[in-house]
Each structure stands twice: as C-alpha cells, then as structure tokens.
C-alpha cells in the first residue's frame, strides 16, 4: 500500500511541476507578445534556434531576489518585520543546510503568495519596479551578465528562470535588456491575486518542463541552447540542454558538474570578471520554498 502510496504522490508532483511550466511558458510568451518584453535587436543576425536559460537567485544575482522583494514589501507595510525575520531564518537553514527543504516547499505550496492575495497586478508591479531599482540593480554579477550579453551578441535570445513571482522576473530580465523570463505565476482573476499558484512553484523539475515547454512554442532547438545555474537543483533545467554551465556553484552542483564535464564559472572570488571565452560556451549552442515558508508564518 506504500508503495502505491508514494507512486501517487510523485505522480501528482510530477504533474504540478508540468502545469506549473506550461503556464510559465504561456506567461512569458504572452508578455512578450503585449510588448511587456522588449529585447534590444541583435548586432548579429537573429539566431532563432538557439537560446540561454539564465537562473537568478545566486546566478544572475548577489543573493535570494524574493528576499529583496520580500524586505521592499516588508518596508511597505504589507506584512510585519516579524514575518520578515522568519523568512530571515529560512534562508539562515537553507545556506547552512546547502539546499531547499523539499518538505517546506511542499508543505507551502499554496501558501507561497499568500500576502499578496487581493492586491492587483498592477499595483505589485508597479512596486516591483521600484524594489529593483532600490534594492536589487547593484546585485547583479557582471560576469553573469556579460555571459548573457554574449548570447544576445551571437543573435541568441535569453531568459531568466527562476522560482521568483513571474511579474518580478519580468522586470529583472526587462531591465538587464534580456528577451523574457519564466517564473512561478500565481492565480488571478480580474488582474486580482486569489493568494493561490498555478500548479507549483517554478522550482527543480518545473523548471526544465518550462524550458521545453518555451522551446516548443518559440521553435527552440533544446541541443543548440545553453542554460546557467547555481544550484543542485536545477540539474533537470541544465540536463535538459545542450550545453550547462555551473554559475558560483553550490557543493553539491559543482560536484555534478565535475562529473559530467559541465563548464564552471565562480565570479564569487572578488577577482575582476574576466574575458568569456565566446568558444567554450557558445560552442554546442552557437530560494523559493525558503521564501514560502518565511512569509507562510502570518498565516499562522
């Protein structure tokens, strides 16, 4: 009965990581067909084969985005400091423990956006613009970025995938000058939040089924495109493309890495970013439940 037990539970995960990236993908296309995102156009010509998937959180950016979200908010009086230190001490276990608490992600699920029940979409957006420029602009890594803007210099589109609410993704990747980001959509109805997320989090497995799930719509050859990440956990997005790249990475991804002959970058070491070696990369390709769990404690 166990067994059968556990079959059913990895299936229904199985299938809220699936929803959770088709609705991602279907976000982000629709984005960018409303002009909400508005890539530079190429010095090269366009190559619309291929592409670069970029993680956020320790990859793109100094540190956990829906933090920085989370303390704007916080300074905004939409929950207590109280509610933010919690969410302080998630992220404490997640560095000690070197990895999301599965259980936490899964207990929080449908708790993740909670706070922002009620609110429009207009209004959390309007504050996301005003966060990244207070807290988030200056936590860019410049070797990171200089990674994506040689994808774009090859004519290659890039995106950002990250656990991070969609809209704010959205503007991180409109403000770096990127195509478009995947990120974790929450449930609306009339430009309100419901407080509920479309199937999951945009986290481990889900982030790969929102890669395919883009590369289908957009016409991308998953062989020719190249993703970026920090962290163990995003080995089925990295897996799912021709060529990975390891990002100042965790113990456990620099590990994978290693073993499967992935490139690794670490812009971690204050040593000034250095010359990207266009050939290495381009060559096959030419924190989110801690958050949840934190900002879950003003429901109790």
């Known amino acids: 009965m166990s067994s059968w037990r556990g ?26 067909a ?31 985005s829906i933090f920085y979200f989370a303390r704007g908010l916080a300074a905004r009086k939409f929950f207590t400091t109280a509610d933010l230190a919690g969410f302080m001490w998630q992220q404490v ?22 706070f922002v029940a009620g609110r429009t979409v207009a209004e959390l957006t309007e504050i996301s613009e005003e966060i990244y420029d207070e807290l988030m ?14 994808h774009l210099d090859a004519g290659q589109r890039v995106w950002l995938v990250t656990a991070t609410p969609i809209e ?28 509920r997320l479309v199937g999951d989090l945009l986290h481990g497995r889900a982030k790969a089924h929102a890669v395919r799930a883009l590369a289908s719509r957009e016409g991308l050859n998953l062989r020719r495109c190249t993703a970026y990440s920090d962290s163990q956990n995003d080995v089925p997005m990295l897996s799912a493309v021709g060529t990975a790249v390891a990002v100042n990475p965790d113990a456990g991804l620099r590990d994978v890495a290693r073993a499967r002959g992935w490139e690794i970058r ?9 010359k990207i ?24």
């Open 168 to 195: 704010l993704a959205a503007i991180i990747s409109r403000r770096l000058g990127l195509t478009g980001a995947l990120g974790t959509v929450a449930e609306t109805e009339n430009g309100v939040y419901t407080g």
């Open 93 to 114: 276990k997640f560095r000690v423990g070197g990895r999301e608490n599965k259980e936490d992600i899964k207990t929080h699920r449908e708790q993740a956006l909670s």
């Open 34 to 64: 409303a002009g909400l995102a508005l890539p530079p156009t190429p010095p090269a010509p366009p190559d619309l084969t291929a592409a670069a998937f970029f993680d956020v959180d320790n990859t793109m950016m100094m540190g956990a």
């Open 277 to 300: 070696g266009v050939p290495s990369v381009l060559g096959a390709g030419a924190l989110a439940g801690a958050v949840a769990a934190g900002l879950a404690y003003r429901r109790r």
């Open 137 to 150: 602009a200056d936590k860019i890594w410049s070797g990171t970025r200089a990674l994506a803007q040689m």
């Open 266 to 274: 670490d812009f971690r070491t204050g040593r000034k970013a250095a």
């Open 7 to 32: 079959k059913d539970k990895s299936q229904e995960l199985e299938r809220l990581a699936t929803l959770a990236g088709e609705a991602s993908a279907d976000a982000a296309v629709a984005m960018e």
